[in-house]
């Protein structure tokens, strides 16, 4: 059954938790054993070892440095760290589990409370917290298919054991729009912490509860995306709202958010805490955090609000400019190298309405134009435009064809023959063109303000398109007072 969603236009009823869960993927080794956390690549299931296997006998051993990262984390996200943590045992069966039961935390985690500033619809909305802690990640089941048609799964267990930091909000978000929201900011805070790279695989999932008016709260697990967030939910407001509107009462359960079909499944009833039956985690000490925080507070990295503030004072950019650089890391690293060699303006104005366009349009990152077009080549196109060697039209051109096709700057430039005109051979030809044309110059006079266009047309025609049409349309009128 298909929900279509064009009725969604009030969200005044609905009340959005979402249990983010993020990898702690810079770091080297998993959570419990020494296994490496690059498996991205990897053929299935061949970074693992008895530890992450789940073998009898097994013992784990806590990773100091990811407990060191997921304090980081807190401190940046406002949450009280807890004087002691103790890892503890949920017991549940699951085919991508392997020991029966995860390593999580319970009653004693790494943080409590906490809270991420967001801008919704021209405002500030603080998203606070409950608690935020360290737990195993599980393994991966794949599916050929969709998991509501698939006859079989396959099991690849390289991301069992990988430290994942679980960062659960308050029932305080009111929208699909608002959730989508706070999960960019939050990715945003974790890549400029350096203990999470959001463009890999299965970096970040959220498992999002929903109810409207008070009503039973359904939990959709495992969503893979950002925009995945925002459509389950959308889907699964309007399926709640139409059983309530047909009488029928919505179910406490947990479902399945199919991407493929857009729509969410049900896979199970709904859990309560006790059915986990959580105990202390038995081969693991209990953790105190005193020193471990004075470790970490003194390494925290400039955040994107401070580095808003910086980049406006260091290079005289525009508020909304800042705004913009901020919310890519990369982004924003990208252009302070650029700011260094060429005019920090010129520069924003290129790399925020530009470049950023064109790399979106290819599904491309600015993390992967570091590699493609580097930030001094890059100021090095943008010398040629400010010396006047290359027009506005030809940067454009050079981008396109160094994303694409890769090359030399000046190679491009040479071979497309997009080395500007001098001014003075301009007005030359925008002469001929006045010359050539009396018709167009009459209607010009007549007030068609059209001929403009066709006489500069004659111009770009003559330039072979080296020409610059709006300087071009500035020099006719000029002429033609």
Known sequence: MRIFLNNVTSFMDVIIGLEVHAQLNKLKSKLFCSCS?????????????????GMPGAMPVVNKEAVKAGIKVALALNAKIQPMMVFDRKNYFYPDLPKNFQISQYDRPLALGGHVIIESDGKEKKITLKRIHLEEDPGKLSYKGSITTASYSLIDYNRSGMPLLEIVTE??????????????????????????????????????????????????????????????????????????????????????????????????????????????????????????????????????????????????????????????????????????????????????????????YRDLSFYECFNLMSPEEFARLLSFFIEEKITEKGVVEVIRTKLDEGGEIEEIIEKKGLFAIPKSEIERFCREAIEENPKAVQDY????????????????????????PEETAKIIARMLG
């Open 171 to 360: 029932p305080v978000i009111s929208s699909p729009r608002e959730a989508r929201i706070f999960l960019n900011k939050l990715r945003m805070i974790l890549e400029y912490l350096d203990v999470f790279n959001g463009e890999l695989e299965g970096a970040m999932r959220v498992d999002a509860n929903v109810s409207i008016a008070g009503g039973a709260r359904v939990e959709i697990k495992n969503i893979s995306s950002f925009k995945g967030v925002e459509k389950a939910l959308n889907y699964e407001i309007m399926r709640q709202r139409n059983l309530i509107k047909r009488g029928k009462s919505v179910l406490r359960e947990t479902r399945h958010f199919d991407e493929a079909q857009e729509i969410t499944v049900s896979l199970r009833s709904k859990e309560e805490e006790q059915d986990y039956r959580y105990f202390p985690e038995p081969d693991l000490p209990v953790i105190y955090t005193e020193e471990l925080v004075k470790e970490v507070i003194g390494t925290l990295p400039e955040m994107p609000e401070e580095k808003r503030e910086r980049l406006k004072a260091e290079y005289g950019i525009p508020d909304n400019y800042a705004r913009v650089l901020i919310l890519d890391l990369k982004m924003a690293e990208y252009f302070e190298k650029v700011a260094k060699l060429v005019s920090p303006r010129i520069a924003v104005t290129w790399i925020v309405d530009i470049l950023r366009g064109e790399l979106n």
């Open 445 to 468: 006079y007549s007030g068609k303000k059209q001929a403009l266009n066709f006489l500069v047309g004659q111009v770009m025609k003559k330039t072979k398109g080296r020409a610059d």
């Open 37 to 53: 956390t690059s498996y991205h690549k990897s053929p299935p299931n061949t970074h693992v070892c008895p530890v992450c296997l």
